[in-house]
């Protein structure tokens, strides 16, 4: 029969026990809460992350879907109970064992027996338990890296898509310039179809000085406004209507009526 003192003993084991337990449960719990709370942070943010992703998507053309790794229901056989399940791959079919006459085959091809004293083999080793504290740090990292290609994205869709490093007023300057200059090869065309004699003196003019360069300033206007503008923002850059004006409407003709003067002189 236990003393007194075995018994205090063992009632003191019992509650330091019991307690160290309730600590283990009491941690385990404030793990547990912890990891909750980390998860709806996580799916706050992935929700959010995926409107922004879609609005992005939509804005540069490019819109977003979402994978469904079960595939589409219509393409799930129903079950029983109304629900779908997704179809398993079938594999390659297995070939045909060979069939020969027993008496034809040597002992080296003849089938080998199971040692009945052999243990039978057993099952599969389980795979690691997954730890939830990593899992969530990995799909953190993932979150933070598609955070990151989004504004990658977002910071060049909100550049133009015409000469996008450079500043409104140089990229109206080259725009106007390169409308200009295909403005002067048209002038030098119908020089050539004046010489020729197909159009006159007046009509030639009326071209160079009013025509082409109206048209070579609208080419431009239209041209920046089309793609001077970036697909995220909404604002569109000024097109520098006073720059475009000087350059088609002013430096244009002087440098077409040069060179009617020097075709008309040559």
Do not use: K
Not at 21 to 35: F, V
Not at 136 to 160: C, I, N
Not at 233 to 240: D, T, V, Y
């Amino acid at each position: 029969m236990s003393s007194f003192e075995d018994y205090a003993a063992l009632a003191r084991h019992l509650a330091e026990q019991r307690r160290a337990d309730d600590r283990r449960a009491d941690a385990e719990t404030g793990r547990r809460r912890r990891w909750q709370a980390d998860v709806d942070q996580l799916d706050q943010r992935l929700t959010a992350q995926q409107e922004w992703l879609a609005e992005l998507g939509a804005a540069i053309g490019a819109p977003f879907r979402t994978v469904d790794p079960d595939g589409p229901p219509e393409d799930r056989e129903p079950t029983t109970d109304g629900t779908t399940y997704r179809e398993l791959p079938v594999g390659p079919p297995r070939p045909a064992l060979p069939t020969s006459d027993p008496a034809r085959v040597d002992g080296s091809a003849a089938l080998r027996t199971v040692d009945p004293g052999s243990p039978p083999p057993g099952p599969a080793a389980p795979p690691p338990p997954l730890d939830p504290a990593e899992e969530l740090t990995r799909v953190r990292s993932s979150a933070d890296e598609a955070d990151r290609y989004g504004r990658q994205v977002e910071a060049r869709a909100g550049q133009p898509r015409l000469l996008p490093g450079w500043s409104p007023l140089a990229r109206a300057i080259v725009v106007y310039l390169g409308s200009a200059l295909v403005g002067a090869l048209a002038v030098a065309v119908l020089v050539l179809v004046a010489n020729a004699g197909w159009i006159d003196s007046a009509t030639l003019a009326i071209w160079t000085v009013a025509g082409i360069p109206a048209l070579a300033f609208f080419a431009g206007f239209l041209l920046l406004g089309r793609y001077g503008r970036p697909a995220v923002g909404g604002a569109s850059p000024p097109r520098h209507l006073n720059t475009g004006f000087v350059i088609c409407f002013l430096l244009l003709p002087a440098v077409s009526c040069g060179y009617l003067l020097l075709a008309r002189g040559g």
